[in-house]
């Protein structure tokens, strides 16, 4: 076990560290737990090689949006702020002070274990082990084919990660949507459409082989 991925778990609630503790656990991880801001910079301080790190916001010593951006200045480490306040400026406030992430409660912590570990897959910079033409690195927003680099927007190139990560997996259009946009999205799927086809012009014969359409289902990276 000394070898699995360490998860920072930051929340004054007893309650609801161990709650998320027990199940991170039970999916593998190690845990490392602290009750306040401080604390928490002085646990990350101790293991900068935690694979992400969960906040609450309002914490004794040092407040979420505190530590979240003392971590950022050091460190590109996930991080996803999981916190009862859910205004629209709260969550602003989060990502502005780099996070990856925002969870609010209540939550499903089976669910945040799957959010955390979307996240991670998306953190490590991914390479097409059929094709090796293709590189996509999440952390510096690249992708270089053939040596060259694309240039996508930044929906293209999430969706092209989306599809990336999940090789051999059809897609719907809605499920693009809320992958890329997120549920809030009040366009249609014709904008799927759209970026699609800018995707694949841009990425030339690649793109054709590769990006299929699955005809009444949606798309698929095909390996």
Not at 24 to 37: H, Q, R
Not at 41 to 46: K, N, P, R
Not at 180 to 204: C, N, P, Q
Request: proline share 2%; with cysteine; aromatic share 10%.
């Amino acid at each position: 076990m000394d070898s699995a991925l360490k998860i920072i778990i930051a929340d004054d609630e007893p309650r609801i560290s161990a709650l998320v503790s027990d199940f991170f656990t039970a999916a593998g991880y190690k845990t490392l737990v602290a009750s306040d801001g401080a604390e928490a910079l002085a646990v990350f301080g101790e293991n900068t090689d935690a694979a992400a790190v969960i906040l609450d916001i309002m914490m004794p010593e040092k407040n979420g949006w505190e530590v979240c951006r003392e971590i950022r200045a050091v460190s590109s480490v996930p991080i996803i702020m999981l916190t009862a306040r859910a205004e629209e400026f709260d969550q602003l406030m989060g990502f502005e002070a780099g996070a990856d992430e925002y969870v609010t409660k209540p939550f499903s912590p089976a669910v945040l274990v799957k959010r955390v570990e979307a996240l991670l897959r998306r953190d490590r910079k991914i390479e097409d082990d059929a094709d090796k033409g293709l590189t996509v690195n999440r952390e510096s927003y690249t992708a270089m084919l053939d040596g060259k680099q694309l240039e996508l927007t930044v929906k293209e190139f999430e969706i092209l990660c989306y599809l990336w990560e999940n090789k051999g997996r059809v897609f719907s259009r809605e499920q693009i949507l809320s992958a890329v946009w997120g549920y809030d999205f009040e366009g249609d799927s014709r904008t799927v459409d759209s970026h699609m086809a800018r995707l694949r012009i841009k990425l030339g014969d690649y793109g054709s082989r590769h990006i299929k359409t699955v005809y009444g289902l949606g798309y698929k990276f095909e390996v």
